[in-house]
């Protein structure tokens, strides 16, 4: 994995380009530079299982995986033209729309969040049991401001009745900086995804207070199914680069079909020995309790955007006053190899 291009090397070309609205120019001879909110989560997994099962190639394609923990900042990058694609949460296309961007999502990977909302075995002890109990002066943790996982902890927040001046988020990232922020009480619960929820269970060091991975959890907490881990790019790169949005599409398309018709065992085989270290069996079981919340072809889900939509106006006033056209916001398109 490359180091993040640095910002002062773009300037100079992406000033014009910016300046017009339109995606940057790319050679044929470079490669599809994709960031991923967090390479090694699972709910990101098929960014990694379609570089390694081989899909990118069989397309004719040239792909860079780059990984970046917030996928706030992910799409930062994007916008400012540092690469083609991102994979991350689909509601960033909703929230950046009503901020004049536009972005959609050309392939969807998980029907749910695959979040999980927990809360250190210590303040469950002191009462905190339900996000009701977040109000008093809580501090809530979120892999960075701005984040998906900031959307949703505010929308389970205010729907448990807690007004934001009742806690604080804070952010913390993800894996070893989420861990040792509930070990050390800087957070009293927060939001995180497998293979970190596995680990603070296993140790004991916090408990379940809401479950986004699977589909019942989701509709129990948000209302319906909530897209969540997808592939967005910017419409005009999707618009002036059909070619390689249909072939991007359907290489991630073929790994979802693949990871329906595999198991967590031969899914694992297929990582990097670094996304599991030292104990495999962990991880398995992590993408046993996730694999329910993936999409079987990688299309959006029927309803699915409404859900979103509905979760960001409710405390989001620029999503809700925005008009957002959904249809500007995914496309199944491409997927479809149309």
Known sequence: MKALPRRTLLAAALGAALAAGAPLAQAADTPITIMVGGINKIIYLPAKLTEALGYFKDEGLKVELQSQPAGVDAENQLI???????????????????KGKEIEAIAVFGKVPGEVELVSTKAFNAGFKSMADAKGGKTLGVTGLGSSTDFLTRYLADRAGVASKEYSLLPVGAGATFIAAIKQDRIQAGMTTEPTVSELLKTGDAKVLVDLRTEEGTKAALGGLYPAASFYVQNAWADSHKAEATKLAR?????MQWISTHSAEEIAEKMPKDYYGSDKALYVSA?????????????????????VLKVLATYKPQVKSGNINLAKTYTNAFVAGK
């Open 80 to 98: 400012a033209g540092a690469v083609q694609g991102v994979v991350g949460f689909y509601d960033h296309t909703i929230d950046l729309q009503s």
């Open 251 to 255: 290489a991630f398309g073929k790994t």
């Open 287 to 307: 993408l046993k309790a996730s694999l329910p919340m993936f999409t079987k072809d990688g299309r959006m889900p029927e309803g699915g955007p409404e859900t």
